[in-house]
């Protein structure tokens, strides 16, 4: 284990202060069990408070060339650039941050980040329509922007509702990833976790029997918790899923 490294304490002197949303100590930080994405969630917020344009947003270009950054991502245990994308795609799927992909005419597709906020997601919702009038002053006039939709991925998925991931898993995961639609995945933890069954295998069973039998979304709102529980469980499963 390295040693650690002492913080000679604030400065005197007045210094920059940064406001914090309040719902982000009651709500948001509860839910962060990861140090990466909490690292990147505090670095944005911070950010963000320095920018004084109207409009204010994050690009990945720039995160990936702060170097404090990624050091400080790296003290997790991961290689910077990795900690950064894996923490920005916690940040992504859990709705911290939004994601916006711009397209400039003959140049590489840029990511933008947004904060969560009432005036983001209204700005993203607007720009996914294209009425991209409030973004005129920061794009071109050749360019487009569009929402990219982002399902969580499966991985954060998994550790959101059912625990820790293990590698013996993860193989099983990807494939189920490039098996069923994103929207199947995620309707199919979260009908799971409805029922109390935080399971890999009872949501594999889900799936499997939405493509052998078709997905009705109607039919689960009407079947009672026990009914559907008794039909996503295929005959092999029953013995290991009802304990």
């Given at each position: ?14 210094l920059?202060?940064?406001r914090?949303?309040?719902?982000f100590?009651?709500d948001?930080l ?12 505090l670095?944005?917020?911070?950010q ?14 720039d ?18 650039p ?18 916006v ?21 209204d ?48 193989d ?39 493509a052998?039998?078709g ?7 009407r ?21």
């Open positions: 284990m390295g040693r650690m490294r002492g913080f000679a304490g604030f400065p005197a002197g007045k920059h202060q940064i914090v949303p309040e719902p100590f009651t948001l509860p839910l962060i069990d990861d140090l990466a994405e909490l690292k990147l969630t670095y944005c917020l911070w963000l408070s320095l920018q004084k344009r109207d409009i204010r947003y994050l690009r990945r270009s995160l990936e060339a702060d170097e404090r950054l990624l050091a400080s991502l790296a003290a997790t245990g991961r290689p910077g990795a900690a950064l994308s894996n923490a920005i795609e916690r940040a992504v799927a859990r709705g911290t941050l939004l994601r992909l711009v397209q400039r005419e003959g140049a590489p597709q840029e990511e933008w980040l947004f904060m969560n906020t009432a005036r983001s997601r700005l993203v919702s607007r720009a996914q329509r294209g009425e991209l009038a409030d973004l005129e002053s920061i794009l071109a006039p050749d360019t487009t922007a569009r929402l990219h939709v982002e399902r969580p991925n499966i991985f954060v998925l998994y550790e959101q509702n059912i625990g820790v991931l293990q590698p013996l898993i993860a099983e995961l990807r494939e189920a990833e490039r098996t069923y639609p994103p929207d199947w995945i995620e309707d199919a933890f979260r009908e799971a976790a409805r029922l109390n069954k935080r399971n890999w295998r009872y949501v594999l069973a889900i799936l499997e029997r939405w052998t039998e997905k009705d979304d109607g039919i689960a709102g079947d009672s918790a026990e009914a559907r529980r008794r039909r996503y469980i295929p005959d092999e499963y029953a013995g290991l899923i009802e304990h």
